[in-house]
């Protein structure tokens, strides 16, 4: 009996009525993001395909490179083809194994593509690499020089109000930098006042444009799911005992520097 198997408690009957899932980025959608957020089952239940031909769903989010994180044994209650294009399944997540959901990461050189096998043919091919004490959760800030976000991670690091981010953000004031990955435009913005970069950054989770004119209309137009273009990082950032007059010096140097007036998404 494979090592993965005896730890899941999961017998050849059920194995052979499931498929594994290899939950991995779509379009920028992140399914550790999901996770985070407690929104995998509505991330998994949405497909392009029938991928979940099987009664039962054995689920792993990509964790590192040939990495995997155990997401639950899942039911497939139903499937109905959607008028737009795709699959929408109706799952609930079964106890059995629940205990590892978050701890247990296998290794698991996936081939390109097969994101959906069936569970008693990829079996063998998964090994224990580490199971850790509690859940994994959120990683903790990098330091300023080093956020590099995209919108799903920074909705939900403002959802789960996860502590490292908030304090880090919440205690200096300096400049940011959106840029719109899907044409290399640039907006500048500069985040003072009472917790400075968290309640600015914030306002983007909650809306997608955080009331800027351009990203606003672009928000408008395509709707909210535009924003999943936008990824947030720091220009410079400054004491918050600086004047706030400093900081919009700092962005207007940005902003020329960059161009964003020009070329990008700032309008003034």
């Known amino acids: ?18 498929k594994m899932h290899f939950a991995a980025s779509v379009r920028n959608n992140e399914p550790m993001d999901a996770f985070f957020n407690g929104t995998f089952k509505q991330w998994q239940e949405d497909q392009s395909g029938k991928n979940f031909e099987q009664p039962y769903i054995i689920a792993w989010i990509t964790y590192r490179k040939y990495e995997w994180m155990f997401a639950g044994l899942w039911r497939s209650i139903s499937c109905i083809e959607n008028p737009g294009g795709g699959f929408t399944y109706n799952t609930e997540l079964l106890t059995e194994g629940s205990e590892f959901i978050g701890r247990l990461i296998i290794h698991y050189n996936k081939p390109f593509r097969q994101s959906y096998p069936y569970a008693l043919t990829s079996l063998d091919d998964l090994s224990i690499k580490e199971i ?34 908030m304090s880090a953000l919440s ?52 709707g909210k799911e535009y924003a999943d273009n936008f990824r947030f990082s720091i220009l410079e950032t400054r004491s918050m005992n600086a004047e706030d007059d400093a900081i919009i010096m700092r ?13 990008g998404y700032n309008a003034n």
């Open 132 to 165: 850790l004490r509690e859940p994994y959760t959120m990683t903790p800030f990098p330091g300023y020089e080093q956020v590099n976000l995209d919108f799903s991670q920074l909705q939900s690091i403002m959802l789960q109000q996860e502590p490292s981010w």
């Open 1 to 18: 009996m494979n090592r993965v198997q005896a730890l899941l408690g999961y017998d050849k009957e059920l194995l052979e009525k499931a």
């Open 251 to 263: 962005e207007q140097y940005w902003k020329q520097i960059l161009a964003s007036r020009e070329h």
């Open 171 to 222: 205690h200096v004031k300096g400049i940011y930098l959106i840029t719109d990955i899907s044409n290399g435009k640039l907006y500048v913005g500069s985040a003072y006042g009472n917790y400075a970069f968290w309640n600015r950054w914030k306002e983007y989770s909650q809306t997608g444009h955080g009331g800027n004119i351009i990203l606003k209309e672009l928000i408008n137009q395509n």
